[in-house]
């Protein structure tokens, strides 16, 4: 019965989505996990952290030889779910909530272009206290808004990796 029923959920998993989210799967303690996340391509120098990425959630990029834990800078893209919900309340929302969480302020950053030629909107956030340098880009894709993140613990890394993010992003397809 567990067999068929893992089966039945590789099936689910694999079945036709939109072609840039990953629909990925593993057994865990109790069951079938089910992981999605924007497919991302590597950047040179950069690969993707499975450990953390399944730990986490999302689809995490880190520099060659670092990890997610380690690294002065990672790239991640993440899939939520979103019934009902319109990108501009979903990116109002996770600037609020970001904001309440961590001393930091935001501002619209110029739009980010992707494969298809689409222009994506995206925020900028800056620590006041502590907290890392974020760029954070989003675009509904389906049911689905997709989050793309630079997070850098200095500014100077975060400008340093800005071109390397957007390389990523560009190379996103829709």
Known sequence: MIRESAFACLLLVSAASSAEIEKNSRMGEKGMNLY?????????GWVQDKESSYANSMNILVPKGLTFSNAPTVIYGRASFRPGKTLAKFIADDRAEALKEISEKSADAGPVLIANGQKVKSVE?????????ERVAYLSE?????????????????????????????????
């Open 36 to 44: 999605w996340w924007p497919k991302l391509s590597t950047a040179p």
């Open 125 to 133: 956030f800056t620590p006041t206290k502590k907290g890392n340098w």
């Open 142 to 174: 389906g049911e689905y808004i997709c989050i793309f993140t630079l997070s850098s613990r200095t500014q100077k890394d975060y400008m340093a990796k800005l071109p390397v993010f957007l390389s990523v992003l560009k190379k996103y397809k829709k």
